[in-house]
């Protein structure tokens, strides 16, 4: 397991990246919708509840990225993730 988090002066990531799920939350906390791009392969989505949580399966098995927007209009993109299988360097 890795958690990770992003932020910005009006909102922050919280990630838990699991061996079969990356298990997020914005804050503060909000509906939305959740791009997934990785660095091989097409991009998907997943809703963001009204609390904040979204959960993207399986884990990517490349370098991703995830991209937060709120209905309220906010924005938030990680950097590239690597995934929990890739070797280190």
Sequence with gaps: MR??????TELTIELE??????LGQIL?????AVT????????????ID???FFAVRP????????????TSGLDIKTGFIAPPNAPNR
């Design 3 to 8: 958690a990770l988090t992003y932020a910005t």
């Design 17 to 22: 990246i699991t061996g079969d799920a990356v």
């Design 28 to 32: 503060p906390p909000q509906p939305g």
């Design 36 to 47: 997934i791009y990785v660095s091989i392969g097409p991009e998907s989505e997943a809703p």
């Design 50 to 52: 009204e609390m904040g």
């Design 59 to 70: 884990v990517p098995r490349s370098a991703f990225r995830l991209r937060c927007a709120t």
